[in-house]
């Protein structure tokens, strides 16, 4: 069975005309299909009401709509929303973050990551596997549907009220080490018979895979955050791992060719503040000799512990004294606001906690049946 929701528009229009659709009519009912699946957002195919009742029977018997199922839904005091779906032998999360001019949703691209970044807790997790498109999609799609319901809204028309206006990929996983499943996502997130988020609102945010940057500049632009989190190559070679095989210089001629094909004309390089490792005067002094070499803005990411991380967060006044260092040389130079925390929603803070949570609800869950069970017996032998 298809899974249509794995298909973008090109993919899907190949998808009719497999099951004969004519040759004149497939990339029409390519772009009725993905308004049903991802503007309607119906789950039935009996809903498609402008696709003929004999092509509909047709997709029931080749293809099905398979969504994400939602192992909790919780809500931050401070309106930060987190599902956690069930991807089989693992969860990945999603966080949508309401503001007051946008709603951006953060969601995963691979059920852990391999590598293996120092202060990362879905990197001490390790690779599970991949996401699907499907599974990729199917977060907005999810995340998309909910909150129209909690709004009285039902589907997404591109002129209305739309809770997620970005998305950025900067929740599990590496997005450039799964670029194949990622790029048809993107490209629905684009579409403007599905979500129709303008390129600059999507974000990949990627560790520093060089040749994989080359390859999203030419098959699906979008804007670039890069992890850089350290400003010399000894120090980004224990921090991001993966500079041994791509180091700063290399990383830094990427995103000057990304930004021939970018939406944006900066980069936002992401650097996290870890106490006494990288937030020192000298860090600062070599992060703004880096960032002049790249048309960038700076994102200085207060450091997330979680339980088992070496780190600490550098303290509050010395990420100010960091920013002004940086600003005084004319380096944009923003701090990461901390949202959701007291649900585990911030940045690196979602994985390992899940793996122990989804663990630990199991057991619960298991816990309950038992007591259940117990309670069970006395009413029934009494
Ligand atoms: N793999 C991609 C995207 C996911 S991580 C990447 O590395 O860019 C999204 C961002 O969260 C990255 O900048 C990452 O370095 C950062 N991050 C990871 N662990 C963190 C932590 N414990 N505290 C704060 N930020 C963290
Ligand atoms: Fe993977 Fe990104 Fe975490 Fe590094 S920071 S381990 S690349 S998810």
Excluded at 51 to 80: C, F, M, N, P, Q
Excluded at 197 to 215: A, F, K, N, W, Y
Excluded at 305 to 328: E, G
Excluded at 353 to 382: E, F, M, W
Aim: proline share 5%.
């Amino acid at each position: 069975m298809q899974n249509l929701l794995e298909l973008n528009q090109p993919s899907l229009a190949a998808f009719f005309s497999q099951i004969g659709e004519k040759p004149s009519s497939v990339k029409m009912r390519a772009k009725q299909t993905l308004k049903w699946l991802h503007q309607s957002q119906v789950s039935d195919f009996s809903a498609m009401t402008d696709i003929a009742k004999a092509t509909r029977d047709v997709l029931a018997a080749h293809a099905e709509i398979r969504d994400l199922t939602a192992i909790r839904d919780s809500t931050a005091s401070d309106g930060t929303r987190k599902w956690l779906f069930d991807v089989g032998s693992s969860a990945v999360d999603a966080v949508f973050i309401p503001e007051d001019d946008r709603g951006t949703l953060c969601i995963s691209s691979q059920a852990g990551c391999a590598l293996d970044c120092a202060f990362c807790s879905t990197g001490k997790q390790g690779f599970n596997r991949n996401l699907s498109t499907a599974e990729i999609i199917g977060q907005l799609r999810y995340a998309d549907r909910a909150l129209k319901a909690d709004m009285g809204i039902v589907g997404r028309t591109l002129d209305g009220v739309q809770p997620v206006t970005n998305v950025v990929m900067m929740g599990m996983g590496e997005p450039l080490a799964n670029i194949d499943a990622v790029v048809p996502a993107l490209e629905l997130m684009l579409d403007d018979n599905a979500y129709g988020l303008s390129r600059r609102r999507v974000t990949v945010s990627t560790s520093g895979m060089v040749p994989q940057i080359d390859e999203l500049s030419k098959r699906c632009p979008v804007a670039l955050a890069v992890s850089l989190h350290a400003p010399t190559d000894a120090l980004r070679d224990v921090l991001v791992p993966i500079n041994k095989r791509y180091p700063i210089k290399e990383l830094l001629a990427a995103c000057n060719r990304y930004l021939n094909h970018a939406p944006r004309d900066f980069i936002t390089f992401e650097y996290v503040m870890l106490d006494g490792v990288n937030d020192q005067p000298e860090h600062a002094e070599a992060l703004i000799k880096i960032a002049r070499q790249v048309p960038s803005k700076l994102n200085l990411i207060p450091f997330n512990p979680f339980p088992q991380s070496d780190f600490k967060k550098s303290p509050r006044d010395r990420i100010l004294a960091f920013q002004r260092r940086l600003s005084d040389a004319d380096i944009v130079t923003t701090i990461r606001k901390t949202r959701g925390d007291d649900i585990d929603a911030a940045c690196g803070q979602l994985a390992g906690q899940i793996k122990d949570r989804t663990r630990r609800t199991i057991q619960i869950a298991q816990r309950r049946a038992v007591s259940d069970n117990t309670a069970l017996v006395p009413s029934s032998t009494g």
